[in-house]
């Protein structure tokens, strides 16, 4: 019988009372087994026994069957091909001569798959040594750039012994800018790490995945150069590299909010330095005993020597120069000077630059364009062309794409048309579109401007503060007698 837990105290008093287990019961109007039962104290009315019958039909020989099943499967590796609790009777009551229900099977098969399973959220506690590995990862985030709401990506990493972070935006995931973030994950550092611990992003793995990945052929040379081991994680295992999967969220959380409003990615960038930096130096992980500070002191001086030579992470191409003055990169054409016309040069690809080479030497540089099929103009690659040819002026592109419409206006409104547009444009090169609008505010809006107007204002002698004399100099006078007697002078 259970009784409630008001009914068990009664009892409990009276048998410490010394009541005897008759008169309790007697009092109680319940059974003296029940009184018996919860006198002692020996159980409580709560308690309760779980269900624990063993079907008898499942003995061992049934449950060797059906591992062997599980083992067969194991073997074959066929996942669609695997026994189900359904096969696995089937085969009992024929083979076996199985007399038990097929629901009394389900059940064996489902704990005997509990027994082996190994659940998805189990972790293994890690340990590194200082100096043994780094663990990268990318993320997203939103941020204004420039004024225009954009998506960036944030390239984390973090040391596995001490804890220290590096934080850094890109446009993009390409290689240029995995390899890129690498040498600035190094250099913030200041050194090399043994084993760079990464995922299976086509960036860096050309085939395969995990302990069976290939490295992409330029991340292989990257990671020789640099002296370190890339260590690829398998698919969908996120906890593998835990430190850095916290870190993207981290960095979104507290570097990121509220969203960031700059002109330049560099600019950013710079801003996450700092906070790099300033992690580094004040925070203090619950679980470690030491600051992050400490630890990286102990782990800067394990890490290995960066090598002098700076590996060139850019994507390099060769690249024609075509009949409009331009080379194509990546679904973009960039303007070079057109004395290089239908020439061959060279164009690398940064994260976040353009190069353009000539023999070794670089023409042109530019921040990179990650739009399609965009162009991007230098009016200087163009102006000794538009000399000679000036009636191009008021449609070329080079003009219209790189000059406001405020200065396009006011030039237009030279009396020499075309021939003083091309002047003024040439004047917009060498001395900067800002000062040539400063000169036009200057001016009178009533009055038509000129060249040698413009010109007048540009060769005008700059300002100069006064500079004021003190009048009262004290001079020593001085006795020249001496020297008229000894060089015989007369007075």
Excluded at 260 to 269: A, C, E, G, S
Excluded at 343 to 355: E, L, P, R, Y
């Amino acid at each position: 019988m259970i009784i409630e837990v008001d009914i068990y105290s009664v009892i409990r008093q009276r048998h410490l009372s010394g009541e005897s287990q008759r008169e309790i019961a007697k009092a109680l109007g319940i059974s003296r087994q029940t009184v018996k039962k919860y006198c002692a104290g020996d159980t409580h009315p709560d308690a309760r026994k779980s269900y624990t019958r063993e079907p008898s039909v499942i003995n061992e020989d049934v449950r060797s069957f059906i591992l062997s099943c599980f083992q067969e499967d194991k073997e074959e590796n066929v996942p669609k091909q695997k026994h189900t609790a359904k096969k696995i009777h089937y085969r009992l009551v024929n083979e076996k001569k199985f007399k038990g229900a097929y629901s009394t099977v389900r059940v064996a098969v489902r704990e005997l798959k509990a027994e082996q399973r190994v659940p998805p959220q189990s972790c293994i506690p890690l340990s590194f040594e200082p100096g043994e590995a780094v663990q990268v990862d990318w993320g997203m985030f939103t941020c204004y750039l420039d004024g225009k709401r954009t998506k960036l990506q944030i390239f984390c990493a973090r040391l596995c012994y001490s804890c220290d972070i590096f934080v850094q935006v890109y446009p993009r995931q390409n290689q240029e800018s995995f390899l890129e973030a690498h040498q600035r994950m190094i250099d913030y550092f200041g050194g090399v790490p043994r084993k760079v611990i990464f995922d299976n992003a086509k960036v860096a793995v050309k085939e395969g995945f995990g302990l069976h990945a290939t490295p992409q052929a330029k991340y292989l040379s990257f990671s020789a150069h640099y002296g370190f081991l890339p260590e690829f994680c398998n698919p969908a295992k996120g906890n593998e590299k835990g430190l850095v999967e916290n870190l993207v969220g981290y960095g979104r959380r507290n570097f990121l909010v509220p969203l960031p409003r700059v002109k330049t990615i560099d600019k950013l960038n710079r801003q996450l330095w700092k906070n790099c930096l300033e992690y580094r130096n004040n925070h203090q992980i619950q679980t470690r005993t030491n600051t992050v500070l400490t630890m990286y002191n102990e782990e800067v001086q394990m890490l290995r020597k960066i090598p002098k030579y700076r590996f060139d992470s850019s994507r390099t191409v060769i690249a024609k120069v075509n009949d409009f003055s331009t080379v194509r990169f990546d679904k973009n054409n960039y303007s070079v000077p057109t004395k290089y016309l239908r020439k061959d040069v060279t164009v690398k690809g940064f994260a976040n630059q353009i190069h353009i080479l000539s023999e070794g030497s670089k023409i042109v540089e530019y921040t990179r364009c990650y739009e399609r099929f965009h162009t991007e103009y230098r009016l200087e690659h163009y102006i000794d062309l538009i000399e000679r040819k000036p009636r191009s002026v008021s449609n070329a592109k080079p003009v219209k794409e790189t000059l406001t419409k405020e200065l396009l206006e006011w030039a237009r409104l030279l009396p020499g048309g075309n021939k003083e547009m091309v002047k003024l444009l040439r004047l917009c090169v060498d001395h900067g579109e800002e000062k040539i609008l400063n000169i036009k505010h200057k001016m009178p809006k009533s009055m038509v401007p000129t060249i040698d107007m413009v010109r007048s204002y540009l060769n005008q002698p700059p300002e100069m503060e006064a500079v004021y004399l003190n009048n009262e100099i004290k001079i020593a006078s001085i006795n020249l007698e001496r020297y008229d007697e000894k060089y015989g002078v007369m007075n």
